[in-house]
C-alpha cells in the first residue's frame, strides 16, 4: 500500500469479526484446483525453509521509489543503478532482493502480455532498450544474491502514473477494469482478472530463473471517501456480484470477495510449483491480523474485512511458502506493537512456513519524525529472540542505498557484522 498512509490506517476503529468462510466454488464457476490442507500434503512439495537468516529488501519501480532514480534514463545508466544497487546490498549483508516487476498490469521485462512500464522510460509501452529482469536477475546471481519477482495482482494504473494507456494494455479494452479514485483496477470478481495474473505469473517463471514469486498487500484495494460525504466508496463490483447472485450464489458479499481472493491465491501457489519447482510463492500482507486473532490491545485496520485477504487461512492451508506481514510501526505503539504482532502471526501459522517480517526502514528520513537507525536494529533483535532462524525484508531499498541517519553503516557494523 501507500507506505505514508501506514501510520493513519493503524488507526482505523477495530471492525467486527467474521467466521472464516469456507473456499467454495460459486454456481456457473471452474472450481480451482483441489485445496490443500493441514493434514494432507499439497501436490508439489514447498520449497525448503533457506538454511540462514533471510535478509532482504525490497525494489520498488511504482513511481520510481527505488528503481530506476527517475525514468527516462538510458538503458546503460539503468543498468549502472542496478549494479550499484546490488553492490550495495552485498556490502551491507543482504542475501536477497525483491524486484517489483509489474506494478499496474505492466511489464519491467519482455512481455506479450502487458505493455513495458512507463517507470522505465516515461512512456507506457516504450522499450528501454534492454531487459531490465535479466540484467538484475545476472547481476544478483554475480552476487550470490537470491531474486524474487514481486507482481501486484489486480492494479491496473497507479496514481503517480503519467504517461497514456498504451494500446496493449488491458485498461484500454476490458469492462472488468474499473475506475476507483484516482487508480484503475482490475475486477477480482471476474474471472478474466485473475486469468490475466496468473498467465502473467506463469510466463515469468517460465522464462526467467528467479527464486520466488512475491504479491504485496493490494488485494481489493483500500477503502476511498467520497471527499463530499466523507463515506466509504464501495468498490464497483456490482455486475459481477450481480452475475453471482444470478447464478444461485449463496455467499455474502463479503465472502464471495474473500473467495475470489483466496481462489487467486490457492492457484498462484500450485501453479508456481508447477512450473518452477523449487521456487518460493510469497506474500506481504499488511501487519495486523484479522480481529479473531488479534492479541489483546491490538487495533488497526481490518486487511480481513476490508481488502478481502484471509491471510490466516492462506497460512493455514499452506497456500504460501513465506509469509512477510508488514510490521510498519515501532515497537512502544502499544496498539501495533511490534513483537505481540510477530507472535501473533506466528501463532496463526500451524504448518510452519517461514514468517519474515517487513520493516519500515524508509521511516528513515530527514524529517523531524524519522525513526533512528535503533529501532530497525531492535527490531531485528525482537526477530532473532522471537523467531530464531527467519528472517526480514527492508522497505526499502533506497533507505539503505542512501545510509540514512548512518542506518547501512550500522547494520554493516552490527545487527549483519555476522554473515548469515
Not at 164 to 182: P, Q, T
Not at 207 to 232: L, M, N, S
Amino acid at each position: 500500500m501507500k507506505r505514508r498512509d501506514l501510520l493513519s490506517l493503524a488507526s482505523v476503529p477495530l471492525l467486527a469479526a467474521c467466521a472464516t468462510p469456507p473456499v467454495p466454488t460459486p454456481p456457473g464457476e471452474a472450481a480451482p484446483a483441489p485445496a490443500p490442507s493441514a493434514s494432507a500434503p499439497v501436490a508439489a512439495d514447498p520449497a525448503s525453509p533457506p538454511p540462514r537468516e533471510w535478509r532482504a529488501a525490497w525494489i520498488a519501480t511504482v513511481a520510481n521509489i527505488d528503481w530506476p532514480s527517475k525514468p527516462g534514463l538510458s538503458a546503460e545508466a539503468q543498468q549502472a543503478e542496478i549494479k550499484a544497487l546490488c553492490d550495495t546490498a552485498v556490502s551491507i549483508g543482504l542475501n536477497a532482493l525483491i524486484l517489483q516487476v509489474r506494478t499496474s498490469a505492466d511489464a519491467l521485462y519482455e512481455s506479450k502480455l502487458e505493455p513495458w512500464s512507463e517507470y522505465l522510460t516515461g512512456t507506457q509501452g516504450q522499450h528501454p532498450g534492454y531487459d531490465p529482469l535479466a540484467v538484475w536477475l545476472a547481476e544478483a546471481r554475480a552476487r550470490g544474491l537470491e531474486l524474487h519477482a514481486w507482481i501486484n495482482p489486480y492494479r491496473a494504473r497507479h496514481s503517480t502514473a503519467k504517461s497514456a494507456l498504451a494500446d496493449s494494455h488491458i485498461g484500454r479494452n476490458h469492462d472488468w477494469v474499473k475506475r476507483y479514485g484516482d487508480q484503475l483496477w482490475m475486477d477480482p470478481g471476474e474471472p478474466a482478472a485473475a486469468e490475466q495474473t496468473l498467465a502473467v505469473a506463469r510466463d515469468i517463471l517460465s522464462r526467467y530463473a528467479v527464486d520466488g514469486i512475491h504479491i504485496d498487500d493490494y488485494f481489493y484495494p483500500y477503502p476511498i471517501q467520497d471527499p463530499a460525504t466523507k463515506q466509504e466508496i464501495d468498490f464497483p463490483d456490482e455486475p459481477s456480484w450481480q452475475r453471482y447472485v444470478s447464478q444461485g450464489g449463496s455467499l455474502s458479499r463479503a465472502d464471495w470477495r474473500r473467495y475470489n481472493v483466496n481462489s487467486l491465491v490457492q492457484r498462484l501457489y500450485t501453479l508456481a510449483h508447477e512450473v518452477r519447482p523449487g521456487t518460493r510463492v510469497g506474500i506481504s500482507p499488511f501487519g495486523i491480523p484479522k480481529p479473531s486473532a488479534r492479541p489483546a490491545g491490538i487495533a488497526g485496520f481490518s486487511q480481513y474485512d476490508k481488502l478481502y485477504a484471509d491471510v490466516e487461512l492462506w497460512l493455514r492451508e499452506g497456500w504460501l511458502d513465506y509469509l512477510a506481514p508488514q510490521l510498519y510501526w515501532p515497537r512502544a505503539q502499544t496498539a501495533q506493537a511490534f513483537e505481540p504482532l510477530l507472535q501473533a502471526w506466528r501463532a496463526s501459522n500451524p504448518l510452519g512456513r517461514p514468517i519474515h517480517p517487513g520493516l519500515f526502514t524508509s521511516r528513515i528520513d530527514a524529517s523531524d519524525k524519522s525513526w533512528q537507525p535503533d529501532e530497525v536494529l531492535g527490531q531485528i533483535d525482537s526477530i532473532r529472540r522471537l523467531s530464531p532462524g527467519s528472517g526480514h525484508i527492508h522497505f526499502s531499498m533506497a533507505a539503505l542505498a542512501q545510509n540514512r541517519r548512518g542506518i547501512a553503516d550500522a547494520l554493516r557494523a552490527q545487527s549483519y557484522a555476522t554473515r548469515p
